[in-house]
């Protein structure tokens, strides 16, 4: 059976469907939501978009306010146990999705993780760069094509994921947005993408560059005044872009703790590993090879110089992932 008409068969019946992001959604979980709510509705099943936290930068505000993405803080919604909910670009029980009343009874994503043998519907596929390439396949089963605002989200979505094809994007993302070039618009996605930080954010910039601590290949930076999540991993691909940094980890404190991101260009060294080790015993994370997060929700367990001790040991070889 096709994956989409089993998910299709899945959600026939529910009464109410909420399709969740990950929280703090960025373009890719947003594009995809957005996606596979307009898909569902060629089958006449309604569905919410929610999420927790907030949309933290202005790129993504401005993608949903052009193409009238209707997504809203799960608050917004009295939740109750008979609902359903299909989490995209996340999985069930990780850290960066927030348990919500209702009954998770899909996941779609598209980060390396485990199939919960409770879920009714589970597509996982880390070989992609990207959660929306995974939602056009279901597009494509199906030959319906998508109207100009859903192929221009999921467009916008895999080249900020994949980070304009540079990161974990895979031959199949290509593939999607060439299918997808025609019918988006083009002009909007190249917008989105050249203005994804504003002039405040040269503040973080500077202040990088100033405390930025680097040891042979290993490069890493703490904000104790915080940094949003979303800028926190633009910065450390500005990092990584350096011709001698090879591994790098930023870290920032924010309401949740500390929160990490963590880069490599590395084979042996790969992100999603790296920062379990990271913060072993204290926090955790996940995320792909080159490109992983974490968390410490205590801030009174984070110590900055062993996490630097740490990342360098890592960077070295000294310490087994």
Known sequence: MQKIKKLIKTLKNKKRIFIQTHNYPDHDAV?????????????????????????????????????????????????????????????????NVTALKGNVAAVIDHHPGIEHEDLEFCDIRSDYGACASIIFSYFAELMLEPGREVATALHTGIVFDTHQFTRNASPLDIETVAMLYNVSDVNLVNSLVKNSIKLDDFRQYRYLLEKLRVKGNFAYCHFPDGCNKDLLAILADYILSAEEIKFAVLSAQSVEGISFCVRSKIPEI????????????????????????????????????????????????????
């Open 270 to 321: 790969p992100a999603n590993t790296a920062v379990q080790k990271l913060l072993e015993g204290v926090g955790s994370g996940g995320g792909h090879l080159d490109m992983a997060g974490g968390r410490i929700p205590n801030a009174k367990d984070f110590d900055q110089e062993n996490i630097f001790r740490t990342g360098v040991a890592i960077a070295n070889g000294r310490v087994k992932l």
């Open 31 to 95: 594009a995809s939501a957005f996606a596979l709510q307009y898909l569902l509705k060629n089958f006449k099943i309604e569905s919410n978009i929610i999420f927790h936290g907030d949309i933290l930068r202005d790129s993504l505000q401005k993608m949903i306010d052009k193409l009238n993405i209707p997504i809203l803080p799960h608050y917004k919604y009295e939740l109750n146990d008979e609902d359903t909910i299909v989490i995209v670009d996340a999985n069930k029980k990780n850290k």
